[in-house]
């Protein structure tokens, strides 16, 4: 049973210009969502997706921007690249949102995606 | 403003001792709260979790204990092993909010044999 697969594994850019990170979530998950790691940081979250839509969104400008496919795949896409964009991405894969109730899922993340920018 | 805070970045441990590991909250919003293990070149790990509606959960080595009062949460672990040294992080999740975890910086623990 695969987990959660991200790719590229380590990419680098240059200041400006654009990237997209992929993400295939765990057998059996529909949600994806997606979190940047600073370094000596917690994981901060992006938004997350589910049933193709962004249903919460974390303190990211538009430049961060996301998409997710009817196979629940997902990618992640960031614009006009700044230095601190500079991170480790995450994806994290879990059950449908539900209704908020008491957490019965556990969340799977993927290894990441390191993206330097220079 | 840090919502979730491990205020200690590093910890060591003899191996067979016990290591705990603290976080504090801020949010009385947060009703679920989680740990995971995070090695270097791989994603985090969950580890273990607790809801509001308990102070304590156990699952082998591990121990979970929730103070709501004082929005505090430790981890335990019984005995330590040098294969448990890696950071841990603490992460709380809102009700409603749809599993969007807030994380800790996190604390490298490490187990010294």
């Known amino acids: 049973d695969a987990g959660v697969t991200q790719s590229p594994t380590h990419l680098i850019k240059t200041r400006g210009q654009q990237v997209t990170l992929r993400c295939s979530p765990k057998?059996?998950?529909?949600?994806v969502s997606w979190y940047q790691q600073a370094l000596g940081q917690g994981p901060q979250f992006i938004f997350q997706y589910y049933e193709e839509e962004e249903r919460q969104r974390g303190n990211f400008p538009d430049r961060f921007s996301g998409h997710q496919f009817p196979n629940y795949s997902s990618e992640l896409n960031v614009n006009a690249l700044l230095l601190g964009d500079s991170a480790l991405y995450l994806c994290a894969s879990s059950s449908s949102p539900g209704t908020g109730a008491v957490l019965g899922n556990t969340i799977y993340f993927g290894e990441g995606s390191w993206l330097t920018v220079v | 403003d840090q919502q979730v805070k491990q205020n200690s970045p590093s910890l060591s441990v003899q191996e067979g001792r016990i290591s705990i590991l603290n976080c504090d909250y801020t949010n009385s919003m947060f009703d679920y709260f989680l740990w995971y293990k995070k090695y270097p070149a791989e994603g985090p790990t969950f580890l273990i979790s607790i809801s509001s509606i308990k102070d304590k959960n156990e699952d082998g080595r591990f121990t979970v204990f929730l103070n709501k009062s004082a929005k505090h949460l430790s981890l335990h672990i019984v005995p330590s092993q040098p294969g448990d040294s890696a950071v841990y992080f603490c992460?709380?999740?809102?009700?409603?909010?749809?599993?969007?975890?807030?994380f800790g910086s996190g604390t490298q623990l490490t187990v010294l044999p």
């Open positions: 057998s059996g998950h529909d949600t």
């Open positions: 992460a709380a999740s809102a009700y409603g909010s749809a599993r969007q975890l807030t």
